[in-house]
């Protein structure tokens, strides 16, 4: 489990990064892969996405989402944005193995999943706010001060409402990944787990 | 404390006290009036005090999880507002982001709060607002269906009852120009359109 800075730690007694590092490569998603995405854009219908919202887990990620200032009928919650692009382009297309694990655990679960480069972040993950005249990644876009973010012990990984830094994500030749899911108020252990999980599990069946 | 590092009242007793020093050093007697000093605090008023600089900084984490709870109350409300006004069209939902994600201010969450409370009392008025119109327009409906010749060439489909769907139904005359001539009307039922076909229907 990462850290969590004191001061988010205060206003959000729940907020958590959980954190697995699994050795497995990304690619072109083998057969079951694309099946699942399948069998899961099937599930999706109008009316499921229409009270997803009502749904105890993506309502929490809702809820942390307005308080953080993010307004999740603008920048959707990952659930949703996953659940809308289903809707918009009538599926859900296949992009890559590591892309394709992290949509199934997140629609399954609800839970927004990240993922990096393990052997270009440190070893200790965890969420913090960030300081003045911080860049994204080390050396990409400035990020203003106090926003949420994944960090490690030297710089910033990703914000969290999901862009992750260029230099630190997971590219074809990366062979060792940091899977970080978040997890707030209301939204059960087991789910956040699960999450974890089906990512591990999908990128094993790839590799 | 006074301006000067007294505690508050110690400039009265202490001009009193002064004032009987100086009457006793002069040696005149009462040349200089223990009153003058006596009477100048009363008929300023009482000393006005200045402001107190605050020792420790307030702890906004109760007023803070306070609101954090009432905006979760509420984005709780606009859900369930949004899912009754399903599939009806035209409601607003969006509050304004504030630029996150970062730990809003203690105003900004205030500010939230309102924006939100409004949206949700904004929601709520307004489907009521449309249900009542729905509602009318089922009567509506029905007559047109007990008699429909009262109610001659009035179409009204499902997006007026809040349905979704083309369906409609719509008082015509029966046999046409005939029809209109001998007043025999009635209400024909469109079951609405065709299934959609996309570009790529298989």
């Given amino acids: 489990m990462g850290w969590v800075d004191h001061e988010l730690a205060d206003e959000f007694p729940d907020l958590a990064l959980w954190t697995v590092r699994v050795e497995a490569q990304s690619g072109r998603s083998p057969e079951p892969v694309r099946e699942r995405l399948g069998e899961l854009s099937s599930r999706i219908t109008g009316g499921h996405v229409i009270h997803m919202r009502q749904d105890p887990v993506p309502w929490a990620y809702r809820v942390f989402w307005r308080q953080i200032g993010i307004d999740p009928d603008t920048t959707r919650t990952p659930v949703e944005q996953i659940a809308l692009d289903r809707l918009q382009w009538g599926g859900l297309r296949s992009r890559n193995l590591l892309d394709d694990a992290i949509t199934i655990a997140t629609f399954e679960t609800g839970v927004p999943v990240v993922a990096l480069d393990a052997d270009l972040v440190g070893d200790q993950l965890g969420l913090r706010l960030t300081g003045a005249d911080e860049l994204l990644g080390g050396s990409g876009r400035p990020l203003s001060a106090r926003q949420i973010v994944v960090a490690d012990e030297d710089r910033c990984l990703a914000v969290l409402s999901g862009e992750v830094a260029e230099e630190r994500g997971v590219t074809p030749s990366t062979t060792n990944m940091a899977i970080g899911a978040i997890q707030v108020k209301g939204v059960p252990r087991i789910s956040v787990e699960e999450a974890l999980w089906t990512v591990t599990e999908t990128l094993s069946v790839g590799g | ?202």
């Fill in chain 2, 1 to 202: 404390m006074d301006g000067d590092g007294d505690p508050v009242g110690w400039g009265l007793t202490r001009r009193i006290a002064l004032g009987r020093v100086l009457s006793s050093q002069s040696g005149r007697g009462n040349t200089l009036p223990d009153t003058l000093e006596l009477r100048t605090p009363y008929q300023q008023g009482p000393p006005s005090l200045p402001p107190l600089a605050p020792r420790t900084a307030p702890d906004e984490r109760p007023a803070r999880r306070t609101l954090l709870d009432q905006i979760e109350r509420l984005e709780q409300e606009l859900s369930s507002v949004f899912v009754s006004t399903w599939p009806r069209k035209g409601f607003e939902f969006s509050v304004a982001s504030r630029g996150g994600p970062r730990l809003l201010s203690l105003a900004e969450l205030e500010l939230l709060r309102d924006d939100l409370a409004t949206r949700v009392d904004d929601a709520r008025r307004s489907l009521s607002d449309r249900t009542y119109v729905e509602e009318k327009h089922r009567c509506r409906i029905e007559e047109m269906l007990l008699a429909p010749e009262e109610h001659k060439w009035v179409r009204i489909g499902n997006d007026d009852i809040g349905e979704p769907g083309c369906k409609h139904w719509h008082v015509r005359p029966r046999m046409g120009v005939l029809g209109i001539l001998m007043n025999w009307w009635r209400v024909k039922i469109s079951s609405g359109c065709p299934l959609a076909k996309g570009p790529c229907a298989p």
